[in-house]
């Protein structure tokens, strides 16, 4: 694979993590950690990307509804965000809520 971009050749892509399940929604929080939504695992987890260790943050998420003839197998976007004080809100798309989950203390 070969990326480029405005006529310059990039770095190739580095994995950082495998094994994820359905990953969709990302969002880095303030410890530097990647957010991950595992929709079809219904989880949210944490990757540190420097050793590329996956940690569970939240499980039994309403995540990964079965797409619809034609589409893809999730055809939402399970979605993640973080504001400024740390608290971390995912969208589920089976239930059609928004999950807010606090900062540890």
């Known amino acids: 694979m070969q ?5 310059t050749v990039l770095p190739e892509p580095e994995l950082i993590a495998s094994g994820l399940v359905t990953p969709e929604g ?3 929080i303030d410890d530097g950690q990647l957010l991950v939504v595992e929709s079809s695992a219904h989880r949210l987890s944490a990757i ?13 998420l309403a995540l990964g509804a079965p797409g619809w003839p034609g589409l893809p197998p999730t055809a939402t976007f399970n979605g993640v965000a973080v504001d400024t004080a740390g608290t971390i809100y995912v969208t589920g798309d089976i239930d059609n809520v928004l999950y807010r989950i606090a900062p540890a203390q």
């Open 48 to 60: 540190d990307l420097e050793t590329g260790e996956v940690t569970l943050v939240a499980a039994d």
């Open 26 to 28: 990302l969002a880095i």
């Open 3 to 7: 990326l480029v971009a405005g006529g």
